[in-house]
Each structure stands twice: as C-alpha cells, then as structure tokens.
C-alpha cells in the first residue's frame, strides 16, 4: 500500500457460510460514524465498507423493526439519530469534558437507548435513560482533552467509561470524576426536555423520581435522579433542531 494503515490478521478463524455478511454487520455497528467521516475504510472479503457505501450496506443488513440488544445490536437508530434532519441536537460546553454533542431522534419504535462515542468513531457504550417517548441518541465528544479523560475511564474491552476505571496515581484521576457527573447531568437535562409536554409543561408523574435515568450499566444505575434544568438557546438548522445549551443552571424540580 502506498500509505500508513493496519490490518487483521485471525488464526484458526473458522468461516461460517455467511462469514462476510457477519463480519461487515459487526464493523458497521461499531465503527458507522468513523467510515461516515472518512476515518475508516475497511475491506472484509471481497466488501469494501467505505463512506461511499455505508448508507447502502446500512439499510441492507439492518431495519429499523430489528431489535437493538446485547446480542444482536443495531445501529439503524443512532445513524437516524445523527443524520435525519428532524433530529435534536444539543450542544454543550462541558467544564470537564469540553465540547460535547447530544443528537435525539424520537420515533415510534426506537430503543430508547443512547449511544456513546469519542473523536475515534467506534461505539463505546449504549445506556438507557428513562423517557416517555420512544427515542435514539447519539452522544460525542470530540475535544482533544475530554478524549484523553474518556479514555481514562475506558475498560481494555473498551466498551464502558466508569470512573473507577482510573487509578488513583493517573493524571485524570480526579479530572474522570468530574467528567462521570458532567455527562450524567447533560443526559438527564437532554431527558428532561424530552418528557416536557407539547405546550412546554413539564410532566409530573408521581413515584416515577427514582427512576427519571435508568442506564444499562451498574455504575451509572447508582447515579443521582436529581437533575439540572439548563437554559436552552434554541435555533433551526439545515441539520435539525438545535438546542445550546450553556452553563448557566437552574435546579430542576423533579
């Protein structure tokens, strides 16, 4: 080749007779984003998967009726999430983290889960914060000190952030911390604003506090219901529906 790159190579790979297939499915749900942004290119086979292709491969070996699970993910969702211009998209400026995106597509259907990703492209982790509607999201965060933070809190399978995955004698030891609530606080504001009523009410439904954020993992299941109501800039884009939000706060009543 004539530039810098990397290659695979699996010992006693046993081939299945839809080996391709498999392989493409599971590189496209992890590594979407990164192939959509010219990052990545990636040859399974006799399959290219590259920018030029992904929307294509995307819709054929996953629909939206497919279920989003453990087992058998789907990133149809998050890649609407992303992409559709009915999407919200909400924007914050992070003490810790930086610069950090929230994209929220709600459809019938959804998983109403969230999808978690650095400046690399791959999926790192998906929770499932409780709402009222069926939604996707989408969560970046591209700033170069945040990344390091995030990577920090990353386990080697590299598929959680967890605070207590940064040892004490680390440079970011104190710094994940912050970045653990930062993120937490911005999920539930983004939530909050999803379960307000059409005219702006908020809706106020009894013995429900404790479970306002439900995610998937242990560590963020011990998380604080209490959230921030943030002030919300609000503006159209070609892209969708953007909401800034700043960092002046306001305690939310739950």
């Keep these: 080749r004539d530039e810098q790159g990397l290659d695979f190579y699996i010992v006693g790979f046993k081939a299945q007779e839809e080996w391709e297939a498999l392989m493409t499915k599971s590189i496209i749900n992890w590594f979407w984003h990164a192939i959509l942004r010219k990052k990545l290119i990636v040859n399974v086979g006799r399959t290219e998967i590259s920018v030029s292709n992904i929307d294509k491969l995307m819709h054929e070996l996953f629909t939206i009726e497919d279920e989003d699970s453990e087992e058998e993910p789907n990133p149809l969702p998050y890649y609407h999430a992303y992409l559709d211009e009915g999407h919200r ?16 597509l709600e459809k019938e259907g959804f998983p109403k889960k969230i999808a978690y990703m650095r400046e690399t492209g791959m999926i790192i982790q998906k929770t499932s914060p409780g709402a009222l509607n069926d939604y996707a999201g989408l969560f970046i965060c591209e700033d170069d000190y945040g990344n390091k933070v995030l990577r920090a809190m990353e386990n080697e399978t590299h598929d959680e952030w967890n605070k207590d995955n940064v ?70 884009t070609e892209t969708g529906y953007e909401l800034s939000l700043t960092s002046e706060e306001q305690k939310a009543e739950v």
């Design 89 to 104: 998209k909400y924007v914050r400026n992070l003490d810790t983290l930086g610069n950090a995106e929230l994209y929220i």
């Design 167 to 236: 040892k004490e004698n680390s440079e970011y030891y104190q710094a994940a911390k912050k970045a653990d609530k930062e993120l937490k606080e911005f999920v539930r504001e983004v939530i909050r604003d999803l379960n307000k009523t059409q005219d702006g009410e908020v809706s106020t439904i009894g013995g429900l506090e404790e479970f306002l954020y439900l995610p998937v993992k242990d560590e963020w299941e011990k998380s604080n219901a209490t959230g921030a109501n943030a002030t919300e800039e609000i503006s159209q």
